[in-house]
């Protein structure tokens, strides 16, 4: 069992920039790769970014792209999502996910097997 621990949401003015950090319980080994995804109220779960912790490759979702950048630290076991030049329609629930080992990175919630709480990020325009 891996468990993840998301910090870093809060409300940010439009333009602005946040950081969000996912802490993983377990040694990296565990996982594949990590993944930031949000769902705002009425809508389905988004895909944001994911990142592998063998090698660092990443990927994102157009929507995000050259606004949002994901990093890792295997030694702190931690992801971070840094989001700058933010929109109100970027005001969401946040979360991150990780892969059980010896998958290909996944863009969908379904390919994830844990999941932090979430962390709230609203953005006023």
């Known amino acids: 069992q891996v468990q993840l621990v998301e910090s870093g949401g809060g409300l940010v003015q439009a333009g602005g920039s946040l950081r969000l950090s996912c802490a993983a319980s377990r040694r990296t080994f565990s996982t594949s790769a990590m993944g930031w995804f949000r769902q705002a109220p009425g809508k389905e779960r988004e895909f944001l970014a994911a990142i592998s912790w063998s090698y660092g490759n990443t990927y994102y979702a157009h929507s995000v792209k050259g606004r949002f950048t994901i990093s890792r630290d295997n030694a702190k076991n931690t992801v971070y999502l840094q989001m700058n030049s933010l929109k109100p329609e970027d005001t969401a629930v946040y979360y991150c996910?990780?892969?059980?080992?010896?998958?290909?990175?996944?863009?969908?919630?379904?390919?994830?097997?844990?999941w932090g709480q979430g962390t709230q990020v609203t953005v006023s325009s």
């Open positions: 996910a990780a892969q059980a080992p010896a998958q290909a990175m996944g863009v969908r919630p379904n390919e994830y097997d844990y």
